[in-house]
């Protein structure tokens, strides 16, 4: 009879799995987003203001799981780069909106490249990433779950 795997062995982890490729994900983003000037936190608010542009402060941190600790210094850093302006809402003045300038709109275009690397990087088969994006999805949906 075969003897199971000691379930604090560290390689039979998920979640040192899970960290590992975390740090493999910001070693290979960080030359392609040092030539945006970006850092990842602030890639990841562009792709969610290039979805939709306008989104208040709060529901942008929401969609990035930030809190406004994190999420206000990182659009204060863009607003002062010119990439991003925020507005008190019209309707609600205790609400305010980031939108994205015309330079922060154009950025777009240098970041297409990205994920296309990235697909390379997994072998060049979409469907292993959509597979790997559904399973971690899927993690984290039950990780929340359990909480």
């Known amino acids: 009879m075969a003897k199971s795997a000691d379930p604090l062995q560290l390689d039979s982890m998920l979640c040192f799995a899970v960290y590992a490729a975390g740090h493999a994900f910001t070693r290979f983003y960080k030359p392609r987003l040092d030539a945006l000037g970006l850092t990842y936190p602030q890639y990841l608010a562009f792709l969610v203001l290039w979805e939709q ?11 990035l799981f930030l809190d406004s ?11 002062a780069r010119a990439l991003v302006r925020r ?10 909106r980031v939108f994205l300038t015309d330079t922060g709109r154009a950025l777009r275009e240098e970041a297409l490249a990205i994920p296309l690397e990235v697909g390379k990087a997994l ?3 979409p469907e292993d990433g959509a597979r790997l994006r559904e399973a971690l999805h899927l993690l984290r949906e039950r990780l929340d779950a359990a909480e």
């Open 53 to 63: 542009d306008g989104l208040t402060v709060k529901a942008l941190g929401d969609k």
């Open 69 to 79: 600790g994190t999420i206000t210094p990182l659009i204060k850093r863009l607003e």
């Open 123 to 125: 072998g060049g088969r």
């Open 87 to 96: 507005q008190r809402d019209t309707e609600d003045e205790r609400l305010v």
